[in-house]
């Protein structure tokens, strides 16, 4: 089975052969067609460009919705598989397996070497549909009024004592703790103790991070949150999936993923591995730049944090439930 690796740019494709090493560059109608792809294939392509169809606010998408429909169809009946390739990545892959030249053709060959050497790297298959679905929308109203419950509150440090989702955490903290794994309790600097009085240590990533996760289920006036869509309490599930946007695929999380990845997860895999002044110039070694041993290093510490995630969003989610907290 050959992989072909496409990449579009200046009104035209440009196409790796995987086997041949080869590239060649054809027109949007030419790589419509299919007929230079072989039966059996596998064609891969950066999410932008042959999963999300044209609007007019971007160049990078090609095709329109019944012209991508079309083109699955097709490939499928050849036996092809299309793979989405998340964008974000590429200039990763460039660093890492194309020498740091931006081209359509370094850019192919870069990502056809980051899928053939990390057999682990998901890729997307080609959606079903291009209607929005009613659990999306709701995901989208319910990440703004996060995102506004967020930016008031960290105006206040996260600490405003008026505030139902600091009184529910200052409550219960000793609780959420002892519910938590000796990871979790770690990823959230509960391992912080003071010898002299055995009280956690003061933290601003700790409270940072469970205001962020309770405020998906509490309302700072101590009403409980509700999907727009079902009435019902969010699920972990739905939240990872619409509103943090955990999929590599999907990254435009607002505050709260701005809070759990960018400052939790970055400091902890920090300081997990001991790259915050490892660089040549004394600065964090950027991913770019990491060994095989540390990406996989850096996966095992990420998959230990969003696991400490997931433990407290739960522990969280049931301490509210069995409370029947009000606010008060």
Avoid at 17 to 41: I, K, R, Y
Avoid at 84 to 100: E, I, M
Avoid at 208 to 216: D, G
């Amino acid at each position: 089975m050959t992989i072909f690796v496409a990449d579009f740019g200046a009104n035209t494709w440009t196409v790796l052969n995987g086997s041949s090493q080869t590239t060649t560059v054809m027109s949007p109608e030419d790589f419509h067609s299919l007929q230079w792809l072989p039966a059996g294939s596998t064609l891969i392509a950066e999410n932008a460009h042959l999963g999300c169809p044209r609007t007019d606010l971007s160049l990078a998408q090609v095709y329109t919705n019944d012209g991508l429909t079309d083109f699955y169809g097709r490939a499928s009946r050849k036996g092809c598989r299309i793979k989405l390739f998340p964008g974000h990545l590429t200039p990763k892959a460039r660093a890492q397996y194309g020498g740091g030249e931006k081209s359509d053709e370094v850019d192919t060959r870069a990502i056809y070497h980051m899928v053939t050497n990390r057999p682990h790297l998901k890729l997307m298959n080609p959606p079903v549909s291009f209607e929005v679905s009613r659990s999306r929308q709701a995901g989208w109203a319910f990440k703004d009024e996060t995102n506004a419950i967020l930016n008031k509150a960290r105006r206040f440090k996260y600490q405003d004592p008026d505030d139902a989702i600091v009184q529910f955490l200052t409550a219960n903290l000793k609780t959420i703790a002892s519910r938590l794994s000796p990871e979790a309790q770690e990823a959230f600097d509960f391992d912080k103790i003071s010898k002299r009085s055995g009280e956690f240590l003061k933290s601003d990533g700790r409270i940072n991070r469970l205001y962020t996760l309770t405020a998906f289920f509490l309302h700072p006036s101590g009403a409980l949150r509700k999907r727009p869509d079902t009435g019902a309490m969010p699920g972990i599930q739905w939240l990872r999936r619409n509103v943090l946007h955990t999929s590599p695929f999907h990254f435009r999380g607002g505050i709260a993923r701005s809070n759990i990845y960018w400052h939790g997860l970055k400091n902890y895999v920090l300081k997990k591995m001991g790259t915050r002044k490892a660089s040549a110039v004394g600065k964090v070694l950027s991913h770019y730049d990491f060994t095989a041993e540390q990406d996989q290093e850096f996966r095992a510490h990420t998959k230990v944090f969003i696991g400490a995630m997931i433990e407290a969003m739960q522990v969280i989610r049931d301490l509210l439930l069995e409370s029947g907290f009000n606010g008060k």
